[in-house]
């Protein structure tokens, strides 16, 4: 019986280049190749819509409900054991780092005790036609390479090649939401891997930035020369929470506004981001993130942890010494990650996709049913239904002026919409 082929999730554009499709694939069917801004599969006559690709996608009918640290009574936050403020003692890694440097200082502590055998790091410096791919790094030097974080889409198949040929081994495992519920299933479902040799360390993940993103700061800068390392966040002008870094060849380097990143992000990010309510990583063993609580920031970064489970809870006992701890509020960390706005792009997902398998939870109680159609109006325009949206990065000035107009228009109708209100109970109290 034919299940059907990744070109489901592909032709909905809700690739994240994961690479997990074309690494499973049992009849060598797959390819990744480079498509406007990232890659994509590409099927060969070998695909007998066996669907085992779509079974291990974080695109397609994800089954929620089988997700670790799942927490129906509030599946934005998650299944939590401790909260911490926390930032790494070590200030050279701190401030080479994106936030507090703790998942570094994590990493090399449990390497350098022998904990693990390594760890599955992004070491990316700058983009050279290629995938960008997790790597295995086994001493601290390797580690420290992998400093930072990259807004770009990254592929797993090193991770699964590596743990399939040594069942044994046990390692740290750092990446987003989407990796984990690939990396996870394929753990679960695999008799020869054993679940505790794994340390799942997990980022906060708001959204990933295609590669044309580095074409548009090529092109607006004017950027002839080449490019040696090209960092989305560094502390080395302003501090934290960083600015875009180009360094070239020749040594010199450009420096720019943060904002920058900030401003486009929405119009390089994937599809699939959209659709994603997963921004604490729910599925981790520790969950890590910037610090924007107020009153807690630090201009050489703080990072928040979310403990999940033993293991991790085990871990930063372990680790404690390294680190300075705080314990934080579920509630500021909620806030300060504008974490509600997630529940609508669960219920988009959920509606338009089918995404998210197995789950009536529609955590968006709001009962507008006007607003909830402007909204819903809005998104599907502003985001979904441009065909340029991202994958050329020069119509990102056309991008502006129509999301504008539609901004404009959703303001209108609120405000008339509010005026009517107004009215009403003018009218009714009279």
Known sequence: ?????????????????????????????????????????????????????????????????????????????????????????????????????????????????GAYDGSFVLPFETYKGEEVKLSLAETKNEVLKALKSKYCPVSIENVIKKISNNPESKYIIVGTPCQFYSIKKYINENKNLISDNYLFLGLFCDSTMNFNFLNYIKDKYNIKKEISKFEYRSKKKRGWPGDLRVVFNDGEELIINRNERIKIKNYFKLNRCKYCFDKLNISADLSFGDCYINGEESNLGKTNIIVRTNIGKKVINECSEIMNLKSAKKIDIQESQFLSSKEYDFELGLKYFNIYKNSNLYINKEKDNLI?????????????????????????????????????????????????????????HE
């Open 372 to 428: 909830k159609r402007i909204k819903d109006k809005y998104n599907l325009i502003v985001n979904n239904l441009y065909s340029i949206k991202g994958k050329n990065y020069k119509g990102y000035n056309n991008f502006l002026i129509k999301k504008c107009f539609w901004e404009l228009i959703l303001k209108i109708i609120g405000k008339v919409r509010g005026l009517i209100k107004k009215i009403g109970g003018i009218k009714n």
């Open 1 to 113: 019986m034919k299940k059907g082929n990744i070109n489901i999730v592909k032709d909905k554009d809700l690739c994240v280049s994961c690479g997990m499709c074309y690494t499973i694939c049992p009849h060598n069917a797959i390819n990744m190749k480079f498509h406007k801004g990232k890659f994509i599969p590409v099927l060969n006559d070998n695909c007998v819509d066996c669907g085992k690709c779509l079974s291990y996608c974080p695109s397609y009918k994800i089954e929620i409900n089988n997700i670790s640290n799942f927490s129906k009574e509030d599946i934005l936050f998650g299944r939590y054991k401790e909260l911490y403020t926390a930032y790494l003692l070590n200030e050279d890694i701190r401030f080479d780092a994106t936030s507090g440097g703790i998942i570094t200082g994590i990493i090399i502590k449990l390497l350098e005790t």
